[in-house]
Structure formats: structure tokens, C-alpha cells
Nanobody
């Protein structure tokens, strides 16, 4: 099992940027895909972005495409999500997750280990 800890969330004005980090311990991430999801109050947890085990393939939700960038550093056993041009509708708790396999997926059930989340709040 992998323990995942997200950080980097905060309060930012619309149009601003944040970089979220996901640090892993307990097991290497290097052979697994990584994903980011988000959940707003009263809503389901939705897919945001995913990256394959090598970092060579990424996929994004349409709502964040062109604004968010997922990356990883297997040497540091970490994954990242750069959030640019933030909008109030991006406000949510953001979670990172370890994939069951090595390829990207938008499905929650393709991920096994989840972090506790980091809050992102975007003011208008």
C-alpha cells in the first residue's frame, strides 16, 4: 500500500495559479499511473488529470484542458498538478491517487490508494 499526502492548496483569486504536490511513501510510484481528482461540496468526486507510469502520456478533463498540467518525478516518488488560470468553479478538494495499472484512466475504480486531499478555493 502507498501512503499519499497532497499539499499546495490554498486560497487564490480568479486567474491565479497554484501547484499541488503529491508525495508518496511506502511503495514506489514509478510503475503506476497517477491521477488527480476533485470534489466540491455536495458533488461527486470527478476526474481532473492522469499521467502514465513514465510520464509520456497524459489525459485531462475537458474543463481543465489547457489550464492544468500534470507531471511526475519518479526519482522523488511524487506527482504534481499545476493549476493556471483558475476559476471559481475550480474550487474543490483535490485528491491524488495511485493507479492500479500503468496506463492513464479517468475512472475512479482504476485507482487504489488515495490521499486525504488538499483544499483549493478560488475567489471571484
Amino acid at each position: 500500500q502507498v501512503q499519499l499526502v497532497e499539499s499546495g492548496g490554498g486560497l487564490v483569486q480568479a486567474g491565479g495559479s497554484l501547484k499541488l504536490s503529491c508525495a508518496a511513501s511506502g511503495r514506489t510510484l514509478s510503475v503506476y499511473a497517477m491521477g488527480w481528482f476533485r470534489q466540491a461540496p455536495g458533488k461527486e468526486r470527478d476526474f481532473v488529470a492522469a499521467i502514465d507510469w513514465r510520464g509520456g502520456s497524459t489525459t485531462y478533463a475537458e474543463s481543465v484542458k489547457g489550464r492544468f498540467t500534470i507531471s511526475r518525478d519518479n526519482n522523488k516518488n511524487a506527482a504534481y498538478l499545476q493549476l493556471n488560470s483558475l476559476k471559481p468553479e475550480d474550487t474543490a478538494t483535490y485528491y491524488c491517487a495511485r493507479g492500479i495499472g500503468s496506463s492513464t484512466s479517468q475512472l475512479k475504480n482504476a485507482y487504489m490508494d488515495w490521499g486525504q486531499g488538499t483544499q483549493v478555493t478560488v475567489s471571484s
